[in-house]
């Protein structure tokens, strides 16, 4: 399966590395914040995590890239399109580490993200599913002009928001 090369601005949008990728990756999911999406995990777990994101990549033929910052090489976080088997709608998802937080690289990578979706798969439609305590995620749904749709509830999160974002 290939994996596109998508850059932006400040960001190059690409395949997950393990070998510079997944310590950053996995400091991140054993961090609190990780909560909202099925953390803390430890390494083991962030691991299988890490591998089923790039296997989504072969079952659906879309998913999250690993995001890194172009002017440091750094590894930034996974942004991209999610529908797991059970899940209410395909989604943009992202989950930016730590020490990039606040640089706006969610909302760059987001908005590629939704572009590709759009010009790339022909998705109708594009949701981001947020639990209802994850403010900050809902605040970033919110900038990208994104509305609540409805609330769901999932058994292991709980109060899901699912917000719909704006056409293409």
Known sequence: MHIPVIETERLVMRAFRHETD?????????????????????????????????????IRGYGAWAVEEKATGDFCGM?????????????????IV???????????????????AYE????????????????????????LGATLEREISDTARGPVLVYRHAGP
């Not at 054993?30 to 989504?56: C, E, F, I, K």
């Not at 999610?82 to 989950?95: H, K, L, R, V």
């Open 22 to 58: 997944f310590d950053a990756y996995a400091a991140f999911y054993a961090s609190d914040v990780t909560r909202y999406y099925g953390g803390p995990l430890d390494r083991a777990a962030a691991w299988r995590a890490a591998a089923a994101m790039m296997g989504h990549w072969i």
């Open 79 to 95: 942004v991209g399109l999610w529908n797991p088997e059970g899940w209410p709608a395909p989604e943009i998802t992202w989950a």
């Open 120 to 143: 790339k798969l022909n998705w109708p439609v594009v949701h981001s599913c947020i639990s209802a305590e994850n403010t900050p995620s809902i605040q970033l749904a919110q900038r």
């Open 98 to 116: 730590d020490s990039k937080q606040g640089a706006g690289f969610a909302t760059e990578a987001a908005l590629r993200s939704r572009r590709y």
